[in-house]
């Protein structure tokens, strides 16, 4: 450490240096992103050492602008999304030194992919009561159960993994936390197809797995709390993105309106601008809470974003396959595939009409999200809990 | 791509939005302006002298060199807002918006001069035109001759309170003296009495030119959309009020043994209600920016604020009213002035069905060819 307090021109020197030792037009893809991990450019508000030099977040800015113009590669952070998103600072938070210098690095990199082994067939919006068990072993602890909705579970090389610890506590209270090599005999990992007709996520049996003890994040029974720290990620990693106008769901629809006269009706057209509206004030809103973040005042309103990005992306993406009329009658394809990475708005009308059925459902359904709002927002009081003092293992399932 | 502007407040803003907010809460509770809706003066003279003469308001949008404060839209914007929160009688958006905007357009001494009254906050103007005219839409005018006014207007908001109406007439712009022999102005029973209507009557009204033909148009266009970009954030205002106004009785309330707030039908409409405030705040912002800076085109921001707002205004009143339950249909209870507000905005300088035609144009999605 040169002792030099580290603002926006100081990140531009360690960038510019960083370019200057590792080129990135003669240097290969992951040394240049080794390199800049180690030079603490990958994340500057993580510690030294970490990938990052202890900065103000805002600042990433600054390196990622850099970098850009210099043509260097980036780590592809749509295919390892759940990794940076979700394990990431969840490791930071709670892991051990040794957890902290063997995984973050190769998870920022983008060498070993990351899953989230959290929802269960009997445990979705009521994520606490799930039923996967994690007994103890000597230094291990054997996994029994099965996990579902597990986008990249077959790319993953670890999981993150909250499992059953104590069946006799209530349920927010007997669960763990812990990190599970996909790789490990008893991981079954089946493609799980969607009505899009692709398999997005999967489904993971867990038979015997052994785990050991040294890959607990946090303490025994505090997997509740741990977990928290990923959920909230997940929700701050959406949106922050400065989206131009027409650039979501409204674009493809906006364009064929403009190239095909053809297909223009009065119903329709008054559908559109109503749709257009919304879509340019949900981007204006966007834009508005990415300035509070810049200015450091980050407020509620993050938390509605997602709400109001799921009705729009449903009813404009209907509105799309009715506009195409015949053509909205037919379907790309129906072909079984398992893709790397999820593109809402990729593919055609149909496929987005089906995929954004999801937008409501996945990283909490909208219902689930408008009691949030209502209760921590607004305040409102929490709907009466049958379920507080129960042990989990008497509850109804 | 476009800029977006700044869509936060500055401190300066918020120091107004807290005097303002002060002011009102000493001045303007919600049982004193129902009781004035129904007495002779259904404009509070007290509390706009405050606002525009203590506080310096109403010159806002002025340069300081032409008898302003040399502020912006972005202010105003603010001081709408807490207006609206409080459903405030007094001529605002007519007088220090629409009626300044208009003569801030206007070259020549006499819109000067007019200009100086009016953000002095001690003269009261409003453009002769009925409420309901959209910026870019046709809009009456009266007979000019032999150096006279002849016409009627109707439905034109605030006339009662005005001490001068800028009356657009053939050949040009004209201010009139509302005491002048010839000149009437008949209160109309409004659906709103916090913002009432009057028919503006000229039988041979002595006027001063204030700008000729294309200039005049130019000018009146100018305050309507200026009135329309701000009456977004006068929207806002009035829909955070009954939100919160709504959250606070929902907890309170209780039946079936519980704060019927607890109940998930009710706290799914309020967070839903709580979303489109978020939203309102967000291109209310963005209408304010544009207006003061010219970012990102004022008349697309105008035509998208005045859509998205007035609908959200008008649902939050009927919303309050609805969880209000039995007290929301009173006349005691105060949530009716809301809701006839907001009605009221949501015709106001074009309906939000007309701003989304106009952005039809403006953003390229045009309507089906007629066969």
Redesign the interface.
């Known amino acids: 450490m040169t002792g030099r307090t580290i603002d926006a021109g100081e990140l531009r020197r360690r960038t510019q240096q960083l370019l200057a030792e590792h080129p990135p037009a003669t240097t290969e893809r992951t040394a240049f992103l080794t390199a800049r991990f180690d030079a603490g450019l990958a994340w500057v508000h993580y510690p030294e050492g970490l990938g990052g030099l202890g900065a103000p977040r805002s600042l990433q800015a600054v390196v990622d602008t850099e970098l850009e113009e210099a043509g260097a590669p980036d780590n592809d952070p749509r295919r390892i999304g759940i990794g940076l998103g979700m394990a990431a600072p969840t490791i930071l938070g709670f892991g051990t030194d040794e957890q902290k210098r063997r995984f973050l690095r190769p998870l920022w990199v983008g060498e070993e992919v990351w899953c989230q082994l959290f929802s269960e067939p009997g445990a979705g919006s009521d994520l606490a009561a799930l039923g996967t068990r994690a007994v103890r072993d000597g230094d291990s602890w054997v996994v029994d159960g099965q996990k579902v909705w597990t986008s990249s579970a077959h790319t993953a090389r670890w999981g993150i993994l909250i499992a059953r610890t104590d069946p006799d506590l209530p349920k927010h209270r007997g669960i763990t936390y812990f990190i599970c090599d996909m790789t490990d005999p008893g991981v079954e990992v089946r493609p799980l197809r969607q009505l899009t007709g692709e398999a997005e996520f999967n489904e993971v049996f867990l038979t015997g797995v052994r785990v050991p003890d040294s890959r607990r994040l946090g303490e025994v029974g505090d997997g509740w709390k741990v977990a928290q720290t990923t959920l909230m990620n997940e929700r701050v990693s959406i949106g922050g993105m400065r989206i131009?106008?027409e650039g979501g769901m409204i674009g493809p629809v906006?364009k064929a309106?403009?190239e095909r006269?053809e297909l223009?009706?009065?119903d329709l057209?008054?559908r559109?601008?109503?749709l257009?509206?919304?879509a340019?004030?949900?981007r204006?809103?966007g834009?508005?809470l990415r300035?509070?973040l810049v200015?450091g005042?980050p407020g509620p309103?993050g938390s509605?974003m997602k709400?109001?990005f799921a009705r729009l992306n449903q009813e404009i993406s209907g509105l799309e396959v009715e506009l195409l009329g015949e053509e909205g009658l037919l379907y790309d394809d129906w072909t079984m595939r398992r893709p790397d990475l999820v593109d809402f708005t990729g593919r055609e009308a149909g496929y987005r009409y089906l995929r954004a059925k999801g937008n409501s459902i996945e990283g909490g359904t909208s219902?689930v999200l408008?009691?949030i709002?209502?209760?921590r927002?607004?305040?409102?009081?929490?709907?009466?809990r049958t379920d507080k003092d129960v042990a989990w293992k008497d509850l109804n399932r | 791509?476009?800029s977006?502007g700044?869509?936060?407040y500055t401190e300066e803003e918020e120091a107004v939005r807290s005097a303002v907010r002060s002011l009102l809460a000493d001045h303007c509770d919600p049982a004193a302006v129902l009781a004035r809706t129904e007495s002779e003066q259904p404009h509070d003279r007290e509390l706009w002298k405050a606002l525009a003469d203590g506080m310096g308001l109403a010159g806002l949008l002025v340069p300081e060199d032409r008898g302003g404060q040399g502020a912006s839209h972005r202010e105003a914007a603010v001081v709408l807002e807490e207006l609206g929160r409080a459903v405030a009688p007094v001529p605002y958006l007519t007088s220090a918006v629409i009626a300044t905007e208009t003569l801030l357009a206007c070259a020549g001494d006499a819109a000067a001069e007019l200009l100086a009254a009016l953000a002095s906050g001690r003269t009261v103007g409003a453009l002769a035109v009925p409420f309901a005219t959209a910026p870019e839409a046709a809009h009456p005018r009266v007979r000019f001759d032999r150096g006279a006014l002849h016409g009627e207007v109707r439905g034109v908001a605030d006339a009662a309170a005005a001490d001068v109406l800028l009356v657009p007439a053939d050949g040009g712009l004209f201010a009139v003296d509302t005491g002048r022999d010839g000149v009437t102005v008949t209160p109309q029973t409004s659906l709103d009495r916090t913002r009432p209507l009057a028919v503006v009557t000229l039988d041979a009204a002595p006027a001063r030119l204030l700008a000729e033909g294309a200039e005049a148009d130019a000018a009146i266009r100018l305050g309507l959309r200026s009135g329309a970009g701000l009456l977004a954030s006068e929207q806002l205002g009035l829909a955070e009020w009954c939100l919160t106004e709504t959250?606070r009785y929902?907890?309170e309330r209780h039946q079936f043994n519980?704060?019927v707030?607890?109940f998930?039908a009710?706290?799914?409409r309020?967070?839903?209600l709580?979303?489109d405030v978020?939203?309102t705040?967000?291109?209310a912002?963005?209408a304010a920016d544009a207006l003061a800076t010219g970012s990102d085109e004022p008349n697309l921001a105008t035509a998208?604020a005045q859509?998205?707002a007035a609908p959200v205004a008008v649902r939050a009143a009927e919303e309050a009213v609805q969880l209000h339950g039995g007290i929301g249909m009173t006349w005691e209870h105060p949530v009716h002035l809301y809701l006839k507000r907001a009605k009221a905005d949501s015709i106001a300088l074009g309906t939000a069905?007309r701003h989304?035609?106009n952005?039809?144009d403006l953003?390229?999605?045009?309507?089906?060819?007629t066969p």
């Open positions: 131009p106008r906006a309106w403009r006269p223009r009706t009065h057209h008054q559109l601008l109503s257009w509206v919304e340019e004030v949900a204006l809103t834009e508005r300035q509070q200015a005042q309103e509605g709400l109001g219902e408008l009691n709002v209502a209760e927002v607004l305040g409102l009081p929490p709907e009466p | 791509m476009t977006q700044d869509l936060l959250v929902t907890k519980r704060p707030g607890s998930q009710l706290k799914h309020l967070a839903r709580w979303l978020v939203n705040r967000a291109v912002r963005h998208l859509a998205h069905g989304r035609e952005l039809a953003v390229d999605l045009p309507a089906p060819a």
